[in-house]
Every structure is written in structure tokens, then in C-alpha cells.
């Protein structure tokens, strides 16, 4: 078993050649430095706060009651959100997709919110996201994007090569309930956290400017936050060339009503929802 280095899988945003190509196709995820500017970062945290002033619909609270903290989370918000689009659409997200995953086109799927205030101790269980989603295929690709300090304890972790298969469970972060696919229809997810020393798992600490990339079926997790410190992230999810619609009998997360009826299953993901950025 492979234990990394925390400079493996660490790259700047302006040497994203071949190697980290290879990185993420074997790993399933990797760090890119200063991949954004400061005003970029500050248009971010602009739409974070205005998100947080203004939740969509679709928003949550994924912590307790009696947790110290707040573990905040809202989805698709880019329509309504100006800052959001700007941000989408003027970094070199989509490019960095293109070059990572070795697609023509690349499509927007949507964008994912999450805040821990200080003193959340509700973690992000171990977990994979495409089985939550509406979507087959191989070319994914998720940016977590802090606009404050993550430390190491902190961090997104990932079990690297995890997302060369199989799928596994996806169950309810509070409850652990299998509320997508049927009990028993894929296997669980093992112990990660209590066998850390038995997975490859990356992750690295962060400062504003930073991201991580992973393929939307590389299992990860991260800790609470102490106190002190937010940890706001923004989470841009994109679709390369053999992404297809894959409609689920139950409710998708994030769900997108009236998308069944519009395209078909097996489709490119050619629909309003999601616009072409690159290709």
C-alpha cells in the first residue's frame, strides 16, 4: 500500500502538463497552487456571503443541534448568483478540466456550497458522490475551493485510486440510511477511518487560491473545524465528453425537476442546466 508524500499530487496552476494528467487519471485526485487570483478569491467570498445571507431552497443544515459549530450547505445557485457565474466562467476552471481529463467539451453540472463555522466537530463521512447523481460515465471532475486557510486536520481527504471502482453504497450523511439505491445492491464502504493506516489516502493543506480536484467517484471525507477559523469552500462540478443522463426512480441530490421528462436517459447532457464552457 502507497504512502504518500504531502508533495505528491501537489502542482502549480501554471505547470499542469502531462504529470498531473497522469495524477489524477491513476489517483483520482490532486492540489493545485494559486490557481486563482486574490480578486477572484474575493468575487468568491462576495457570492459565498450573499449565498449565505440568501439560501436557495435546496439548502441544508447537515450538523446537529447541539453541535458547537454549523455545517451549512446549498446547491445550484450559479443562475442566481452573479458572483458564482462570474467566477465560473472567467477562471481557467473549465481549461484545467479539459486538460485534466483529456476532454473536448466540458459542461457545467452544477455548483455545491459548504461552510463549517468554527467549532463544527460534524465530519463529512468517507463517501463517493456520483452514486447520488443523475450521471454515467467516466470523465468527472469536482474543484473544492477554500477561500480560507484549511489546515491539514481540516482538509478534503481522499483514498486515491478509488475512483477506478467499484461503486459503493451512498448513504444519508446523518443517519446512514440507504435512501438511493436498494439495501444491499452495491457494497458498502469499509472502515476508512478506523484503518487509515490500511488506504493510500491524499490530501493536503490549503490557503486561498488553492484547490483540490477530484473525479466524482474518488472516496473522501473531511473532519470537523476548531475553533476559530471558518471553512468556507465552493464546490464547481463539470462533465467531460462520455457523461450521459442516467434518470434515477428516486430523488436525486442535487435533484433537478423536470429534467426526465426533457432529456432522454443516455443523452449528452446538452440542456439549459448545463452549459457548455469549453469544446
Given at each position: ?29 490532486l492540489c493545485i497552487r494559486n490557481a486563482f487570483t486574490e480578486a477572484q478569491v474575493a468575487q468568491l467570498q462576495t457570492g459565498i456571503e450573499q449565498n ?29 448568483n452573479p458572483h458564482y457565474q462570474r467566477f465560473i466562467e472567467d477562471s481557467a476552471l473549465a481549461t484545467i478540466a479539459q486538460r485534466l481529463l483529456g476532454s473536448r467539451q466540458i459542461r457545467l453540472y452544477h455548483d455545491h456550497l459548504l ?165
Open positions: 500500500m502507497h504512502k504518500f508524500a504531502l508533495t505528491e499530487g501537489d502542482f502549480q496552476a501554471d505547470d499542469l502538463g502531462s504529470d498531473a494528467q497522469q495524477f489524477f487519471r491513476t489517483h483520482g485526485a449565505l445571507a440568501h439560501p436557495s431552497p435546496r439548502a441544508k443544515v447537515a450538523s446537529n443541534p447541539d453541535d458547537p459549530g454549523w455545517f451549512f450547505e446549498d446547491f445550484c445557485n450559479w443562475q442566481d461552510v463549517k463555522e468554527p467549532n463544527t466537530r460534524q465530519r463529512t463521512p468517507w463517501h463517493q458522490d456520483q452514486p447520488y447523481y443523475n450521471i454515467t460515465g467516466a470523465d468527472t471532475i469536482s474543484f473544492w475551493i477554500p477561500v480560507d486557510p484549511v489546515a491539514q486536520a481540516s482538509t478534503l481527504e481522499f483514498v486515491a485510486g478509488s475512483h477506478l471502482g467499484p461503486w459503493l453504497m451512498p448513504r444519508s450523511f446523518m443517519d446512514n440510511q440507504a435512501k438511493w439505491f436498494a439495501e444491499g445492491s452495491l457494497a458498502d464502504l469499509p472502515n476508512i477511518e478506523a484503518h487509515r493506516q490500511d488506504f493510500p489516502i491524499l490530501g493536503w493543506a490549503l490557503q486561498p487560491g488553492d484547490m483540490v480536484c477530484f473525479n466524482m467517484l474518488t472516496l473522501h471525507a473531511s473532519a470537523g473545524v476548531g475553533g476559530g477559523q471558518r471553512r468556507r469552500a465552493f464546490s464547481v462540478r463539470m462533465l467531460g465528453d462520455d457523461v450521459r443522463h442516467a434518470p434515477r426512480p428516486w430523488v436525486t441530490s442535487p435533484e433537478f425537476p423536470g429534467l426526465r421528462e426533457t432529456l432522454a436517459e443516455g443523452a449528452v447532457m446538452a440542456h439549459p442546466l448545463f452549459p457548455l464552457l469549453a469544446g
